[in-house]
């Protein structure tokens, strides 16, 4: 009995040992495979495929950024860099309308076929190694070539997961890194994308055609051409009085066109008269700029900025900006004051906002709610479709069970002086939405991080909002108040 266990072990041994060291030479032959050279459209790609954890699709348009899309679940990653312009094609392409029409069928066909060349040349390379590795290790023709076999079906089986996995809608939701000028024209409008959602070739259209326009004039940054079926609006959070967050706010302001901006407070550190200094930049941006108080932010802070030119301050008051109805609420506590208890529960600060959700008019005609604390932001929930919120600098998005999402932004300030108790920094953050014009409901929103002060480069995730005319349903009132995955820190 032992013997035969003995035998047993050997074999399986050996058997996990021929499949190491065929799928390590399979591998290693696909890293080795080297770059496809493919013409898609006016642009000149070099195509690779590489072994990763995680499927995606990396478009990489040096110098302008990369982009990064969720297109498969198996363990490959698809390069694609984009090496070159051919102008004078490009300039036909954009400007020829019988041209542009065929430009969809033009990019995909060309897309296709450099992917199946790329795809060939990386199972040879594979069913290469896996050979050669057998070869070597083993020195035996025979083990080498179940080596091959066993490569053969993992590589088979990888290939049946990419296809079966495909998502040509990935596109609609890319990552971005890059600089920040020509970040918008790489994503892309969202209001455009939402509308057109089930149509990728499209998407592969404006991706070539903006690379193209943008390598072009890539000394001029041409700026965004935004979308006029969208309300654009900017929501940035807890700048705890840090210069930086306004050098944010002017580039986004500007690079994505916004049509108002949302502050949900802790602009202020200590709410101090001499804070008010740095409120007088609101009045610069040329867009109004909707405040509700932090709990940072002290009334001092608040009618500082009151009198701003283009702000607008609500406190358990609405008022219409942009077309959009907004509700807004200041933060019922103010920290920095240590000789006023404070309660910081979350069941107390959601029955807060439970408490001035229930006075608004049912149905509510109130499309954005802006608060500071998450917890209070809970209690909105059923009392309008969108909720923004800040205070625990750190982003995060959830919707309730009657329907309403909480956005819960970072520092946009990059939690200000606090930034220097960790070991990293605090990353300055900001989103766009936006919003349909006509319904007033949210269609999509970029995430956008910088990772340091002043740093030119920017990441930015582009969202969908898989169902935005979802009906709202008003909360109970005699039940607890729904919870979420947003949290709050107690004094942020």
Request: proline share 7%.
């Amino acid at each position: 009995m032992n013997f035969i266990r003995t035998v047993i072990r050997s074999r399986a041994a050996k058997v996990a040992a021929v499949l190491f060291v065929s799928a390590v030479g399979a591998w290693l032959g696909i890293i080795l495979s080297g770059t496809v050279r493919a013409q898609v459209g006016p642009v000149e790609t070099g195509m690779s495929l590489r072994p990763a954890w995680t499927g995606e699709t990396v478009v990489d348009a040096h110098p302008l950024g990369t982009l990064r899309f969720r297109s498969h679940d198996a363990p490959l990653q698809l390069r694609i860099t984009l090496e070159n312009i051919d102008q004078e094609k490009a300039k036909a392409l954009i400007d020829d309308p019988r041209l542009a029409n065929r430009l969809p069928e033009i990019i995909e066909g060309d897309l296709r076929s450099g992917v199946e060349a790329l795809v060939v040349r990386s199972l040879l390379c594979a069913a290469a190694g896996a050979l050669l590795a057998g070869f070597v290790v083993f020195r035996k023709p025979k083990i080498a070539l179940y080596g091959l076999l066993a490569a053969a079906v993992a590589l088979a089986g990888t290939g049946v997961v990419a296809a079966a996995t495909f998502r040509p809608s990935s596109l609609v939701e890319p990552r971005y890194s890059g600089v920040i000028a020509v970040a918008p024209s790489l994503v892309g409008s969202a209001q455009s994308i939402v509308t057109k959602f089930e149509s990728y070739r499209e998407q592969l259209t404006k991706l070539v055609t903006n690379v193209s326009k943008l390598y072009d004039a890539v000394n001029t940054l041409p700026t965004y051409d935004a979308d006029p079926a969208s309300i654009k609006v900017l929501h940035v959070s807890d700048i705890h009085i840090n210069p930086i967050a306004w050098n944010v706010i002017r580039s986004l302001k500007e690079q994505f066109k916004v049509d108002l901006i949302v502050d949900t407070g802790d602009i202020s550190d200590h709410g101090t008269k001499a804070e008010n200094a740095f409120m007088e930049e609101i009045g610069k941006l040329g867009v109004p700029y909707v405040f509700v108080r932090g709990n940072h932010d002290s009334k001092t802070t608040e009618r500082a900025i009151a009198k701003q030119k283009n702000a607008i301050v609500l406190d358990n008051a609405s008022a219409t900006v942009a077309g959009l109805r907004i509700y807004g609420l200041g933060d019922p506590r103010f920290t920095p004051d240590k000789s006023v208890p404070v309660n910081n529960d979350p069941a107390h600060m959601r029955e807060f906002g439970r408490r001035h959700a229930e006075r608004l008019p049912r149905p509510s005609p109130i499309d954005l709610v802006a608060i500071h604390d998450p917890d209070a932001a809970k209690g909105f929930s059923g009392a309008a479709p969108m909720v923004l919120a800040g205070h625990s600098h750190r982003r995060s998005t959830t919707v309730l069970p009657t329907g309403t999402r909480v956005l819960v932004q970072g520092s946009t300030g990059g939690a200000g002086l606090r930034a220097l108790e960790h070991a990293e920094p605090t990353p300055v953050q900001a989103s766009v939405l936006y919003f349909d014009r006509k319904e007033h409901r949210l269609q999509a929103w970029d995430d956008i991080t910088l990772g340091g002060l002043g740093e030119q480069s920017v990441h930015i995730q582009r969202h969908v909002e898989p169902d935005p005319r979802r009906m709202i349903s008003p909360a109970p009132t005699t039940a607890p108040s729904p919870t979420g995955t947003v949290s709050g820190a107690s004094d942020g």
